[in-house]
């Protein structure tokens, strides 16, 4: 009698309710939810115009998202899980992602306010968006839902927002839709916050910025700048005079390290010195210079340096002796920066000298207080094993950098001083950041909301921009006392005549265009990005999988012959007998609900599929002898209404 032991069971996972809204993973690693898969198939096709008003729907910064966006819906990107493997089936490497930010460039470049009136641009997002951008996104879904009668908008109260960056522009924005007159109250002599004086003008140009800013505007939102709140307008008086508050001031304060000879000249915070290069207040910097920092931000700060030291050679024409040297020393190692690749490959193209797994201990200073370097320890180990940041240091292991100027990049804090007056009853979670409600954005004061950094810590520019947008339906709902309801509705559609781009499963990643190296330092404002022209677009685009489309297989049609599993190109399919499989709960309520009896479960047949590997490229359903086999496209769409 054999005593083996019996063959393990496959474990798979059965499909649920919403599984293809996850299958478009770009749309649902979006904070806005931006249906990115369906303005890359409009570029594909040649649809510029539509690919433009898809991507704008649900975000008011579409255009800038084009350039400097931290494009989370590439990380996700399902191009990227897609095995390669050699003409014998090997595995080679994993593809990558599509390049959906160039992309977005690109559409936005061609219709959005950085080719065409602001004016010109709103009407034709108020007009076409709605029918465009059928996917779940709020702007095109409250459009619909107003003109049905379904959403009825607020009566013009007005609404104070402090601070004038991308949260509190994307509320201002939403508001105005929903009916609000917003007023932003902005402490600098310009709108966009960070945007503005934080982003080198070489990684997002100025008229950009105030071309995106007056879209905004447009729509009615008032945007007062230079007033500080707290000292030009108390905030108790905002409270008085507007139906609510939103608190939306970022981080924008450098954090200092607490160092020996950190306090003194020629030491910087990293935002403030990007702040005073912006307003064209560049603050005196040497030739030997360090950045300590990881991040975008110190790569911001370390390639600014660079073209600001450029900019002076070029002023006085004198060939600078000794040298210039600028270094980014970081705690991290290579692998571990938190900084975009794409920042470090240009930062080191341009001459940024990188030092990692070091952190600093002291700026030394001479006698007479100038600096004259920095002392630093190996950092043995940044993160934990549960990846928590708990640095080791190695106290043995020292070094010291020469230089006569430091800045520091290594994070940042709000200032709520203004709340001394009229905002006490605000709680603080931790001493300068406020106690929020994570569902609907509300502080422990009436009326008072925060958006942004304040609600979620520091993160990526679509985030704050989808908080924005997430604190103002409170505010509606707080200020009108309606409830606001989506609706959300799914249709599968056959695609009777589906085909892909010829040889779109073999394209590799199209490189997106820069400026030549020489070129980059010639001037402060020279974009390094160029972006794509309409050919390089199309090619680029052509490579997304349409994870909205996937093949649908119909059990009562199918002949079990395999020839769908022996045509499929990334052997994605997989025929095997229900009894090899791990029993589940899951498992079995869809066999009952597809065979109705569980003594037949056994003896039949199940075909499996591997998401990570399928292409969408239907040869299955053109192989299959019994039609068995349709491409469907899954469409969302939603509105709202008042529950």
């Not at 993973?25 to 904070?31: H, I, L």
């Not at 008072?448 to 409170?474: M, N, Q």
């Not at 997989?574 to 009952?592: C, F, N, P, Y």
Request: neutral net charge; hydrophobic residues 40%; contains cysteine.
């Amino acid at each position: 009698m054999s005593t083996a032991p019996p063959a393990a069971r496959l474990r798979v996972e059965v499909p649920e309710d919403g599984y293809h809204r996850g299958l478009i993973a770009c749309q649902v690693a979006c904070p806005v939810h931006t249906d990115a898969r369906g303005y890359v198939r409009a570029i594909a096709e040649g649809r510029f115009e539509e690919a433009y008003l898809i991507a704008r729907g649900p975000n008011p910064f579409a255009s800038i998202c084009g350039r400097i966006c931290g494009a989370p819906c590439e990380l996700d990107c399902r191009r990227g899980r897609v095995p390669r493997v050699d003409e014998d089936g090997n595995f080679v490497a994993q593809d990558r992602p599509i390049a959906i930010r160039a992309l977005k460039r690109f559409a936005c470049g061609l219709h959005g306010p950085e080719a065409n009136p602001p004016q010109e641009v709103l009407a034709r997002v108020r007009e076409h968006v709605p029918d465009v951008a059928a996917g779940a996104e709020e702007m095109a879904a409250l459009l619909r839902s107003r003109v049905a009668g379904k959403f009825v908008p607020a009566s013009g109260e007005s609404v104070a927002i402090v601070g004038a960056g991308p949260a509190g522009l994307a509320a201002a924005h939403d508001l105005a839709l929903l009916g609000f007159r917003p007023i932003v109250y902005e402490s600098e002599p310009v709108a966009a916050g960070m945007l503005a004086l934080g982003v080198p003008a070489y990684r997002l140009p100025r008229e950009l910025i105030r071309r995106e800013v007056a879209v905004i505007e447009a729509l009615g939102v008032e945007i007062r700048c230079n007033t500080t709140v707290g000292k030009d307008v108390p905030f108790a008086e905002l409270r008085r005079r507007h139906a609510a508050v939103v608190i939306a001031v970022g981080a924008k304060s450098s954090r200092a390290l607490g160092i020996p000879g950190e306090r003194g000249p020629q030491v910087y915070g990293g935002v403030d010195f990007l702040r005073a290069v912006a307003l064209g207040q560049p603050l005196e910097v040497g030739r030997q210079v360090v950045v300590i920092g990881g991040g975008n931000v110190a790569y911001d700060v370390a390639r600014t340096v660079l073209r600001q030291i450029a900019l002076d050679v070029a002023r006085t024409a004198v060939r600078l002796s000794g040298g210039i040297r600028v270094r980014l020393v970081s705690l991290e190692g290579l692998e571990e920066m938190p900084a975009d690749t794409v920042e470090i490959r240009e930062g080191d193209e341009e001459g940024v000298e990188r030092i990692n797994g070091w952190g600093p201990l002291e700026v030394q200073r001479t006698p007479g207080g100038a600096v004259s370097g920095v002392r630093f320890r190996r950092c043995a180990r940044v993160y934990d094993e549960n990846r928590r940041f708990a640095p080791i240091f190695d106290d043995q292991d020292l070094r010291t950098v020469p230089c006569d100027t430091v800045l520091m990049a290594v994070g940042q804090a709000p200032d709520l001083s203004f709340l001394s007056d009229g905002g006490s009853d605000v709680a603080e979670l931790r001493p300068g950041w406020p106690k929020v409600d994570p569902r609907t954005l509300a502080t422990s004061a009436p009326g008072v909301f925060v958006a942004g950094d304040l609600a979620h810590g520091t993160r990526l520019l679509i985030d704050a921009v989808a908080s924005g947008k997430r604190v103002a339906r409170s505010v509606y709902e707080h200020v009108t006392t309606r409830t606001l309801r989506t609706d959300a509705v799914t249709a599968h559609v056959t695609l009777e005549r589906y085909v892909r781009e010829r040889g779109y499963e073999a394209r590799r990643r199209l490189a997106v265009p820069t400026l030549a190296r020489e070129q980059r330092l010639a001037g402060a404002e020279r974009e390094v990005e160029l972006g794509y022209d309409a050919e390089q677009a199309m090619r680029e685009a052509s490579r997304c999988l349409d994870c909205g489309v996937a093949p649908v297989f119909d059990g009562e049609r199918c002949l079990l012959c395999g020839g769908c599993v022996d045509v499929c190109p990334t052997q994605c399919l997989k025929l095997v007998a229900l009894s090899e499989l791990e029993h589940t709960d899951a498992l079995g309520a869809a066999v009952r609900g597809s065979l109705g009896l569980e003594a037949e479960a056994e003896e039949s047949t199940a075909i499996l599929k591997d998401e990570d590997r399928c292409i969408r490229c239907a040869l299955c359903a053109w192989r299959c002898p019994a039609d068995a086999i349709a491409m469907e496209r899954v469409t969302f769409s939603t509105t709202w209404s008042h529950a």
